[in-house]
């Protein structure tokens, strides 16, 4: 049985040598996304620079070509299993790139174990995503508990309010942070509320934190048109505490949807785009001139997945050598536009620490 | 005292918002006698018109409005004579043209989506706050209520003043009495379901303002407007205002006592509620 | 005046009308009677373009044929339907003004007030619900409304039944009033003595055929149609 199958791998080997030099096959890679989301595209964004780049300076294993099958996983378990199931079997892909959501992340790792694959996520946030027990899956975003002690040791010791209000929006993501803030500040929290992901209209809940004086007003919500909606409606009602939003949430487009109101909310990421290295400068330029807009967060995270496991292949010299490449992987100390990264044994991304930033005239800037 | 009477005037203007909403939906039943599930999309439609053409053009506020009542009256009239129209008329009709209108307001989303994408695109209306005592609204909220409060009179004018309005409530109260008087009630309904596509569009360019742009919005607004509408007896004008103004009003003063998703929620056990104690609805008849 | 020639009509596979011919003249007052399904309403309904009928349908020499009901009131036929559907939630005055056609509009004021003049009970009730109306007062209504059109046909479907005696004699006398005011009428009636009493000429509808017809006062003296219709034998003088 084992000679068997080294003599497959043999002929595959063979003919992936015979094709190789009469086509030069493209290396693929494939990427899951809500791609009709905001975020989904943001990343599929960043995705598709770091192929382009990569391809731009001659590609890897000699030549070879990085190409992206994308899917969109809708921010359903659903469609992200059926997504990576068509990746690995029907396009014959070996690596499974992208995703934001945790929920879809869990459903995808067993098939992507199943397959003896490589899972690459970049922004799924559930502590639990790296400890599958499957040792070829790794997450670049910091995780929610690693946000949790950055951001409460920052709002302690350098904001100090001295009464806390809390605005979540109804989902784990939401709740866990409430509980967190809760521990946090004990009594200090005069206020807390609950609000649909879908809700539009936010003039209530402003009014009624306002009623609350609290100091410090502290929103989680995933999209800007609700942190947005939330700020706006409490500048509507004159209402102007210190104001921040749950770390990895803040972006460009929460000035561009709250305008005026949005200025001086703060929070803490793992990227913010005025970072001056050679690697982000160029980022941000190439971004800038292929989107016409500034990188986030969403954008370098899913730049890194297609730039870290495609610079592993080529320094492993295989695709086809899952381990080999998943060891370069976590052996490696990478560099991203964001700084230098580590993967921990689990598959984990460390990086030296999250930026405080804050919006500023109009944009999210590094607030140290 | 003071916080009750801030939520009273928050609930006005956040129902305000529902009844425009409704208003078109429930007179679509009306008329028609089927449910529109693409007016949520019109309502989308509208906010999106405004958002690009002042955005976009750089052209007035009000201006944008104008043009998001005729181009989503466009839509409609497209929408009623490929999805509707032809459905309707088939025996068994008012049922297929749940599907089929559910399937043109699918087609609408992702269009919106493919072509604009999913971010949320934030537009100015009238800024500035106004003052009523203790009660601060913003500027838009109070044009958004007074546009709002204009539009219910002009429809009722419509209504009762005008001979196309007699012939519409003609064909609400009876489809063969109003063919047997010489109406001619395929072109009254298409003009019906035009002009709650125009009256979704004014609604979405309305809001627009208040809410930020997306292209999901549509959704999310047009169950909301089937809560109100169901609860306001279906194919009720009067129904769906009252409905619309009380629902909001609920929603933000609960909110004091309860939380705000709690508050958001209980407009779904209202509608259970409804559906149990009086299922044809608080409002019961025809359009008046 | 008024032809239908060689008219049929089929819901689904049954028939309900089928090879009709029937004439109205100018100012003629005409009864088409029958028992129930004999095909008197469908005949009615086919005339206005209701229903799609085979044959033809010819006023004033002009074939209806491919117009649709709106252009078929323009042109001068109105009905007074079976079962009266007013508009219940609309006042009298409301449901009168849903008669008018962009012909007579012109004339609503002077239009209402005659229908008043003609029918005083509506006159008392004009900003009432038209569904808060007794059967006979809806009945009336139907029948201004069918007028407000200044048609030169009117059709009147089964106005009598439900109705008071009382109220079917008033009928007659409107129907007379009409009459002398040069109105054709086509008049669909299961009560035939009613209707023979009130009309010139009259057709026998049998299963969509024409089984008979003849001068109303004629008809009304022939055995079998007393027998069939009357409910009336030999020499059972009411």
Known sequence: MKTYKKLVAGALLASALVSQAVAQEAV?????????????????????LAAKQINDAGGILDGRMVELIVYDSNFSAVDGVSAAQRLLTQDGVKYILGEISSTVAFAVIPVVESEEALAMLAMPKHPDVTNSGYENVFRLNSTSQIDAASFGKYL???VKPEKVAVLVQNDDIGLTSLEQMKQLFGEKVVFSDIFDVKQADFSALATNVRAS?????????????????????????????????LPGYLNNDLPDVAGA????????????????????NTFVKEYLAAQGKVPGKPEVLGFETVWIVAKAIDAAGSYDDVSKVAKVIRDTQWESPRGKLRFNEIGQALTEKLYNTVVKDGRVVRAD | MELLLQQIANGLSLGMAYALVALGLTLVFGVLHVVNFAHGEFYMLGALVTVLVVKSLGLPYIVALLIAIVLVSAVAWVMDIVAVSPVARKPGGDQIVLVSTYAAGLIIVETVLAAIGPTPIAVSGFSGIVHFGSVVLTMHRVFMFAAGIVMICGLYMLFTRTNFGRSLRAVAQSDYAAKVVGIDVERIKTLTFVLAGGIAGLAGGLIAPIITFNATMGLHAGIHAFVVVVIGSMGSIPGAVVCGLSLGMIESVLSIF??????????????????????????QGALR | MLELRDLSLNYGSIPAVRGLTVRVGPGEVVALIGANGA?????????????????????????????????????????????????PQMSVEENLLLGLTARTRPQAGSLTQEMYALFPRLYERASQKAGSLSGGEQQMLAIARALMSSPKLLMLDEPTLGLAPIIVSQLRVIIGTLKARGTSVLLAEQNAEMALACTDRAYVLENGKVAKEGLSRELSQDPAVRAAYLGLGEGDEE
């Open chain 1, 28 to 48: 693929k890679l494939g990427v899951i996304f809500p791609t009709r989301t905001i975020i989904g595209e943001q990343a599929g964004h960043g995705a598709e």
């Open chain 1, 156 to 158: 302690t010791e350098t």
């Open chain 1, 213 to 245: 004086g609290a100091d410090l007003v502290c929103v989680t919500a995933a999209n800007p048109e609700q942190s947005g909606g939330v700020f706006r409606s409490m500048a509507d009602v004159g209402y102007s505490p210190k104001r921040c939003l």
């Open chain 1, 261 to 280: 109101a949005a200025e001086g909310v703060f929070s803490q990421d793992v990227y913010i785009d005025t970072i001056d290295s050679e690697l982000n």
């Open chain 2, 258 to 283: 309860l939380g705000q998703h709690v508050a958001a929620t209980l407009i779904y056990s209202l509608l259970l509620v409804t559906l149990f104690v009086r299922p044809q609805g608080l409002f």
């Open chain 3, 39 to 87: 095909g008197k309403t469908s005949t009615l309904k086919a005339v206005l373009g209701l229903e799609n009928a085979k044959g033809s349908v010819v006023l004033d020499g002009v074939a209806l044929d491919k117009l649709p009901t709106p252009a078929r009131v323009l042109a001068g036929i109105s009905l007074s339907p079976e079962g009266r559907h007013v508009f």
